[in-house]
């Protein structure tokens, strides 16, 4: 089964920056490893629904963002390290919240919560104004 790991939350201030990043090890039930399936960001507000943030296809050439997040959020992976990246700029108080990591077991990228299979334990990011 795979198992996601995300690190890199914290405190920081509006227009600030934080690196997310979310470390993957085993294989989906289909037997892919990290470099063959799909991955996204997702992220949760106190008493808000879980929210799509990015989301990136088995290879990183194929990447979707949120519109809140378009154009200050980049996702990315690193197929060698097993690792997955979200790169956060322009930091806003509307961007607190929990943030979590999730796999699919298929190659192309899905803004749906309801198409992911795994899940990370998520990691908190509060940004003051």
């Known amino acids: 089964q795979v198992q996601l790991v995300e690190s890199g939350g914290g405190l920081a201030q509006a227009g600030g920056s934080l690196r997310l990043s979310c470390a993957a090890s085993?294989?989906?039930?289909?037997?892919?490893?990290?470099?063959?399936?799909?991955m996204g960001w997702f992220r949760q507000a106190p008493g808000k629904e879980r929210e799509f943030v990015a989301a990136?296809?088995?290879?990183?050439?194929?990447?979707d963002y949120a519109d809140s997040v378009k154009g200050r959020f980049t996702i990315s992976r690193d197929n060698a390290k097993n690792t997955m990246y979200l790169q956060m700029n322009s930091l806003k108080p509307e961007d607190t919240a929990v943030y979590y990591c999730?796999?699919?077991?298929?190659?192309?990228?899905?803004?749906?919560?309801?198409?992911?299979?795994?899940w990370g334990q998520g990691t908190q990011v509060t940004v003051s104004s």
């Open positions: 999730a796999a699919r077991d298929g190659l192309g990228l899905r803004g749906s919560y309801s198409a992911y299979d795994y």
């Open positions: 990136m296809n088995w290879s990183g050439g194929n990447t």
């Open positions: 085993g294989r989906t039930s289909s037997g892919r490893t990290f470099s063959e399936y799909a």
